[in-house]
């Protein structure tokens, strides 16, 4: 969650990809290359896409390849969370695009396990408001869940225009976190857009979404009692907020007559939690952001790994992102924005009702449409807990009336446990990814590979291993 909390048509050949039919992408958005970024041999576009004239409305968005056979791979959409978190921040620098920032913040390293390995990928910055999307009209930013969800369908048919090769691509949806509403939202638009259009129809093929808020309530419950769990609250806490809290799906907790007994032992619970750890991942050691800010202003490399993974990227990525030289290879900040470029939103006023929105039911509508449906969750992540998780899709199997066609158990990566599998009536799955927390591919580049892969090519995840253990 981040916080925790889309130009006319032109067709250039001369830029085009040449690969069997002349394609036309658009010249003004090729990226050439960024600074400090190794040679690959895959494109990237950047840019914005006018979704609303009238109001000045602008989304940006970073497009990057496959890194092989681009032109016969599906299109996967990436959105990140918040609300109001950048997708070009997380999920591309930070995540499962191509690269990394470098420890010293002035240049990029390569994500080997990017997963352009088995899609072409697209990033957006929604809504505006969000990175470097903007408006001209300042009540845009007073934004929600169905005005997000209506901006990104008329930014994936601007979008279009610009890429026309890509109409009929296989389309997976995918993110995390609020993306737990912007994914379900945005396809049971897209799904509302096909039953009224009489031409072109979204090639929808799958929805995947790690650790996702579907309903606050259970979420919140699933909350506490992994922090029991894992040792982090004693057993007096646990059981006194078993017993006195009441979990409402409402925003506030002032709106249900919550105990003080409750309130208490929260209190109590975020004491015995504290500051000093990273609740999207527990096990990881964080980064100190005054030491940080420190060394990138000295040209230091800051990158502190904690098992494997760089916990200063968050720092070097916005010191990146923020260079002059970055934005111009992007094309981004055309406007001259007046303030920074940050991983969430300092302007957006969005509408925190929203974040109650039960989107279970949106789901059960997507596997009714025969489109497959993939929930995954990294088991390190306090912020939403994958029991929580695991329980929102049983019942909806459940209401769904679908058998178990495979079982519970544990599927393989590399000769090693990934995670654990569920498959409800061939379309829907639970997974977990091991030693992944609230943002899988961050954590674990290689499992969250394999565990995509799969998903785009229609495979279920291996429950066996080759090697022998005995």
């Not at 497009?63 to 070009?88: M, R």
């Not at 029991?387 to 544990?410: D, K, M, Q, S």
Request: with cysteine.
């Amino acid at each position: 969650m981040g916080r925790c909390w889309f130009f006319e048509v032109l067709v250039v050949v001369g830029c085009a990809c040449l690969v069997g039919n002349v394609v036309g992408y658009p010249a003004e958005d090729l990226v050439e290359k960024l600074p400090g970024q190794p040679n690959v041999g895959f494109k990237q576009y950047a840019g914005y896409v006018d979704i609303d004239v009238k109001s000045g409305k602008s989304l940006f968005y970073y497009f990057v390849e496959a890194d092989h056979d681009p032109q016969n791979k599906s299109l996967t959409l990436w959105l990140n969370g918040g609300p109001g978190c950048s997708s070009v921040g997380g999920g591309a620098f930070s995540e499962l695009g191509p690269f990394y920032p470098r420890g010293d913040g002035r240049g990029l390293r390569v994500n080997s396990r990017s997963w352009n390995k088995a899609s072409n990928l697209l990033f957006i910055e929604s809504p505006a408001g969000v990175g470097w999307s903007y408006s001209n009209t300042s009540s845009d930013y007073n934004i929600e869940d169905a005005s997000t969800a209506k901006d990104m369908v008329m930014f994936f048919l601007k979008w279009y225009e610009k890429f026309p090769s890509y109409k009929s691509r296989e389309l997976f949806l995918t993110g995390e976190s609020y993306a737990g509403h912007y994914i379900p939202q945005l396809v049971d638009a897209l799904l509302n857009y096909n039953a009224k259009s009489t031409d072109f129809k979204f090639n929808i093929k799958g929805v995947a979404i790690g650790n996702p808020l579907l309903k606050l309530g259970s979420n919140e419950q699933a909350r506490y009692e992994y922090y029991w769990s894992h040792g982090m609250i004693s057993d007096e806490i646990g059981l006194t907020i078993k017993k006195e809290c009441i979990f409402d799906d409402r925003v506030s907790s002032d709106i249900v007559n919550v105990s003080k007994a409750c309130l208490l032992a929260k209190n109590e619970a975020s004491e015995s939690v504290g500051r000093y750890i990273n609740h999207y991942d527990v096990i990881l050691d964080v980064c100190y952001p005054a030491i940080a800010e420190q060394e990138l202003r000295l040209h230091k490399s800051i990158t502190k790994l904690s098992i494997g993974v760089d916990v200063c990227m968050s720092h070097e990525k916005s010191f990146y992102l923020n260079l002059p030289e970055v934005q111009k290879a992007l094309h981004a900040n055309r406007t001259n924005l007046p303030y920074k470029w940050t991983m969430c939103s300092d302007v957006l006023d969005y509408n925190r009702t929203n974040l109650s929105i039960n989107t279970v039911p949106l789901l059960k509508r997507i596997v009714q449409n025969h489109i497959p449906v993939w929930i995954f969750s990294g088991d390190q992540d306090a912020v939403v807990p994958l029991t929580g998780t695991r329980t929102l899709i049983r019942e909806l199997a459940h209401e769904l009336n679908f058998n178990i066609t495979v079982p519970y158990g544990a599927w393989f990566h590399g000769g090693q446990v990934g995670g654990w599998v569920i498959e409800y009536g061939n379309i829907l799955t639970f997974a977990t990814v091991r030693g992944a927390a609230h943002m899988v591919p961050y954590a674990q580049p290689s499992r969250s590979l394999h565990l995509f892969s799969d998903f785009v090519l229609g495979r279920r995840l291996p429950n066996a291993t080759l090697p022998s253990i005995d």
